[in-house]
């Protein structure tokens, strides 16, 4: 039996690189349902989206990219979906890579593989203050999870069933991404790691200046400390 | 009667009437009063019975015994805070819960619709 495949697009203020996603996406996976987490967007996100023949939901108000995953895992859990796969609408996850996410799933070899620009090296060349913050994240996951893991704040990751349903319940508000690996971790699912490349943003611009960086680091690292604390039910 | 206690009583039992009077007007729910309602009664009990609050302040060596009415108010504000906090957090998650479940079945919905007109 073949897995129904979802990939759940959450967009704020993606207008300009929505369309090109989308229709990528069609073009690799025919056969995948397409949702669009419209974040409350205040451009034309959503009515390209709907244009393009894709469901959409729209937030009622901008609620932050942990609650738009998570709506977007609530659908998939909710419409009987086997797998989902995070692509953002911002066009850094190039479609043709999403395969490369999906198989270790269906194959059953992992719960959640994360896409990593750093396994290989793929000419991924981050700022110095960005590449200390993503060493230092894949340093303290890689020793809670007793496992390697390289990129833990990519957003291109692809989860089953278990974990799908495991994130209508649980998943972190704001800067989901480490927290994310954390928490299945801590409920017993099993990660994996697979080479992607990823592009430069095609539109928008990167959702963290300077200040909110520092802000970032130090809400993670003491959100991933509470959640190690934190009574998990899987 | 010193006047520090006749002010301290009057201004507990006003606190206590204003807060009854909130509830019975419906603009606190009595979950929200109990601890203003605790904390009302308890500096009213301290304020009236000045042989309570000396032996307390005696024992915990305050020197001055109705500066523990602060200390008592102080603790008070301390956990109702503390309670809005924990009620903030719960209200939010809720919050969070009912709009992705409205948006979700908005979408459902029109996909309901186009499928009914399309028959």
């Known amino acids: ?234 | 009667m010193q006047l520090v206690q006749v002010i301290a009583i009057i201004f507990s039992i006003s606190l206590l009437i204003g807060i009854v009077d909130l509830i019975r007007r419906g603009m606190i729910k009595e979950q929200y009063a109990l601890l203003w309602l605790a904390s009302a009664v308890i500096l009213l009990i301290l304020s009236v019975w000045r042989g309570l609050l000396d032996k307390i302040a005696l024992a915990m060596g305050i020197a001055y015994p109705p500066s523990l009415l602060f200390l008592v108010a102080f603790l008070f504000l301390l956990l109702i805070v503390l309670h809005f906090s924990v009620i903030i957090s719960d209200f939010s998650e809720r919050n969070k819960r009912l709009s992705q479940e409205v948006a979700i079945l908005k979408t459902m919905f029109e996909q309901y619709k186009e499928r009914e007109e399309g028959k």
Do not use: W
């Not at chain 1, 939901?57 to 609530?74: E, F, K, S």
């Not at chain 1, 090296?121 to 060493?135: E, T, W």
């Open chain 1, 1 to 234: 039996m073949r897995n129904k495949v979802l990939i759940i697009i959450p967009a704020y203020n993606e207008a300009e690189s929505i369309e090109g996603v989308i229709s990528a996406v069609k073009k690799e996976l025919p056969d995948a349902g397409i949702v669009v987490i419209n974040d409350g967007s205040v451009d034309a996100t959503g009515s390209i989206a709907k244009g393009l023949g894709v469901r959409v939901v729209d937030l009622p108000y901008n609620m932050g990219i942990g609650a738009a995953m998570q709506t977007g895992y609530r659908y998939a859990a909710l419409n009987d979906y086997d797998i989902a796969v995070q692509v953002d609408g911002d066009g850094q996850h190039p479609p043709d890579q999403i395969t490369y996410l999906i198989c270790p799933i269906s194959e059953g070899k992992a719960d959640m593989v994360i896409g990593s620009r750093f396994l290989e090296k793929v000419g991924y060349h981050p700022s110095l203050a960005r590449g200390i913050g993503i060493k230092v994240f894949s340093t303290i996951i890689s020793l809670i999870t007793g496992q390697r893991i390289t990129d833990t704040t990519s957003g291109f990751r692809a989860v089953n069933k278990g974990a799908i349903e495991f994130f209508t319940r649980n998943y972190p508000d704001d800067y989901p991404e480490v927290e994310a690996i954390a928490l299945l971790y801590k409920a017993g699912f099993n990660i994996m790691e697979t080479a992607v490349r990823m592009k430069e943003r095609t539109g928008g611009k990167s959702s963290i200046t300077a200040l909110q960086a520092v802000y970032y680091m130090i809400k993670v690292l003491l959100s991933v400390f509470i959640d190690i604390l934190k009574r998990v039910e899987r």
